[in-house]
């Protein structure tokens, strides 16, 4: 939804146009919770997500792969924090008045094996996957959905601003009146046209910060603001594009991240496979998945605080 016809960019899912603009890019990150098979979640490992639909309409959960394995595919997948067996993600419920829920995405089947998708051609190496969401939480859930499809609204080019919109850890919105992201500034540090270390990934010079993995980078321009769109005409906002997604930066200290690219977005959903590992542990016998889904439940950390 924009205000520009002229321009595809967010199914905000309300026929009803009660949303301003400038509140969808925000609304749309979601805030997640990796749960260990004791439901528990380790102190600093909170991340981002967002949702996806493909050209079937479909929707996906989107999010970076460390954060539903734990490992970091470029050191071999060594294990790197506690295992993971699902992720509880915070979404607005469907309805007038302003409720969330959280909702349970165990991330492994019976056997144990990955119920995400990886991309088609690069599988792992790519630090992005798509869970595909469950058909009944189309009649729960209010998703507000990004579409990875077709041209890009603006031209990207080197210095071009952008937005990493997600949770840095330290900010909690179980303590807010709402789950809203939080905008990060930052410029684009590569040449966009050209693929970062061989692959549909490009760099961004930002402060964003641990809890920020799996953010949507959005391009945005207000309705003061004028930018070059892709057809090369000068245009005046409000609009916004999705770019990519954040995965961290690329050395610690450093504020330059990685940002893959949206066209690895949409190969993921249209074309990705479930990959055969890691093996997914499964909950704890001991679990009650149901006060789980209770928004306001406290979830203890590996501490036990």
Not at 257 to 277: M, T
Request: proline share 8%.
């Amino acid at each position: 939804m924009t205000t520009d016809a002229s321009s595809r960019r967010v199914d905000d899912g309300l026929s009803s146009g009660s949303r301003r603009v400038l509140e969808v890019p925000a609304l749309a990150s979601l805030y997640v919770q990796p749960l260990s098979p004791m439901a528990t979640v380790e102190r600093g490992r909170a991340a981002t997500a967002f949702v996806v639909r493909n050209r079937a309409g479909e929707p996906f959960l989107i999010t970076n792969r460390h954060v539903v394995t734990g490992r970091n595919s470029k050191d071999n997948d060594r294990p790197s924090g506690a295992e993971i067996s699902a992720l509880r993600v915070l979404v607005q419920m469907a309805g007038p008045t302003l409720r969330w829920t959280a909702l349970v995405l165990e991330l492994g089947d019976e056997d144990g094996r990955p119920l995400w998708l990886e991309h088609p051609d690069h599988g792992k190496d790519v630090d992005v996957v798509a869970y595909p969401l469950p058909s009944e939480s189309e009649e729960n859930l209010d998703l507000i959905a990004y579409s990875a499809a077709g041209p890009a609204c603006a031209r990207v080019d080197l210095t071009t601003e952008m937005f990493v919109i997600g949770y840095p850890i330290g900010f909690d919105p179980f303590r807010a009146s709402a789950s809203i992201g939080v905008w990060a500034r930052g410029t684009v540090a590569w040449p966009p046209g050209m693929d970062w270390e061989d692959l549909p990934s490009t760099l961004i010079d930002c402060r964003a910060r641990p809890g920020q993995s799996g953010s949507p980078v959005v391009f945005y321009a207000d309705a003061h603001t004028t930018y070059l769109a892709a057809d090369g005409v000068r245009r005046t906002g409000p609009v916004w594009d999705l770019v990519g997604i954040y995965s961290g930066r690329i050395a610690e200290g450093s504020d330059v991240g990685i940002v893959w690219k949206r066209s690895a977005i949409d190969a993921i959903v249209e074309r990705g496979h479930r990959p055969l590992k890691p093996l997914v542990s499964p909950f704890d016998e001991s679990v009650d998945r149901q006060l789980l889904t209770d928004p306001a439940s406290k979830v203890p950390d590996q501490a036990g605080s």
